[in-house]
């Protein structure tokens, strides 16, 4: 050992130096890729079971136009099991929301003008976080009317024809829809939409009410189709 030259020793250091560094860089190297390859796994799973979650909720036909007073129903379909699901309007002095079972809630009209039921669900998964999926309902809620009046007192229809017959009621903001009626329907019958439908020569009145009780009442006559012509 005494009698090897000192420039050999000298060259086997350099050498084992040298080596080192390479496979430790080759390592460091290759960890970057492998957690990655980890991340980019875990970003997509996360992404995978957000665009899941509750993917077929939805909700249920609901009256989007209601009076003041008026009380409907909204229901939540298709959520996954062992949920939450909450209710909340976005301005109580027009609309306010009751939660009547687990998906379903009552709204009531106390006000005019336009406000949303937001609807969220909610679930807890086994790590203790909460994945959530929110639904809005837009409402709007309008005054009952006070009173109505047909634009004609009298309208002629021919048999087999029909005419629709024109009304203003008043607030003019109100979608109250009337009741007609027809007070003679072997004459005239008379839509839920204010049709009125000639059935025989003759005269009929038809009418419509509000839900005060307030009536607007027009004269129909009917004539036959070649009588005219003649």
């Known amino acids: 050992m005494k009698n090897i030259p000192k420039f050999l020793l000298l060259a086997a250091i350099l050498s084992t130096l040298t080596i080192l560094p390479g496979k430790e860089s080759s390592a460091k190297d290759a960890l970057p890729e492998f957690t990655s390859l980890k991340s980019v796994s875990a970003d997509n799973f996360t992404r995978k079971s957000k665009s899941s979650f509750n993917e077929n909720a939805s909700l249920s036909k609901y009256d989007k136009n209601i009076l003041q007073e008026d009380t409907c129903t909204l229901k939540v379909l298709n959520t996954d099991e062992d ?128 839900s005060n009780g307030q009536k607007a009442r027009c004269k129909i006559t009917v004539v036959d189709t070649k009588e005219k012509e003649d």
């Open 83 to 210: 949920c939450d699901i909450s209710f909340k309007s976005s301005d109580t002095d027009v609309l306010t929301v009751k939660q009547s079972s687990e998906n379903s809630c009552s709204y009531t009209g106390v006000g005019y003008g336009t406000a949303k039921i937001i609807v969220k669900i909610t679930k807890t998964t086994f790590l203790i976080f909460k994945e959530q999926k929110t639904l809005t309902a837009k409402v709007s809620v309008t005054p009952r009317a006070v009173s109505i009046v047909f634009r004609q007192n009298s309208r002629e229809v021919k048999v087999g024809t029909k005419a629709n017959l024109a009304y203003t009621i008043r607030p003019s903001i109100s979608e109250e829809v009337p009741v007609f009626e027809s007070l003679n329907p072997k004459v005239a019958t008379i839509s839920k939409q204010g049709k009125v439908t000639g059935k025989k020569t003759g005269k009929a009145y038809v009418t419509a009410t509000i």
